[in-house]
């Protein structure tokens, strides 16, 4: 199984305050994504809203299972630089929906 392909995938959508995803995007890259690469690894993707809903930044997170999930989070959330990042984007974030979502086996597919 590739990183692309794990059983697990954390899908965030977080809705940020009108006109300020540039902001947002600044404070997720300085203070957030060197702790979730020390903490979570590498992501699955990120992405912004285009089509639908708007100013929603969406970020996928794979793990092997739901105890792996738990163990990287537990890391992130105890990470001394963590509540910084919380800090500098809580004015920024007007939602956030976290879903836990599984791979389904497709034959047809491969």
């Known amino acids: 199984m590739t990183a692309l392909n794990k059983p697990l995938v954390d899908h965030r959508i977080y ?3 009108l006109r300020k995803m540039p ?3 600044d ?8 702790l979730l690469l020390e903490t979570l690894g590498h992501p699955l ?3 912004t809203s285009w089509v639908g809903p708007q100013n929603q930044f969406v970020h996928l ?3 092997d299972d739901l105890a792996d999930y738990e163990r990287r989070c537990r890391a992130r959330d105890t990470h001394p ?3 910084a990042y919380l800090q500098a984007s809580a004015h920024l974030i007007t939602a956030q929906e976290t879903r ?5 086996d ?3 597919w491969r």
Do not use: H, K, Q, S
């Open 106 to 108: 497709m034959p047809a």
């Open 15 to 17: 809705t940020i305050a």
């Open 45 to 47: 993707g990120f992405y």
């Open 61 to 63: 997170w794979g793990y």
């Open 100 to 104: 836990l979502i599984r791979a389904v």
């Open 27 to 34: 404070v997720f890259n300085r203070l957030a994504m060197p």
């Open 81 to 83: 630089d963590f509540a």
């Open 23 to 25: 902001e947002f995007l």
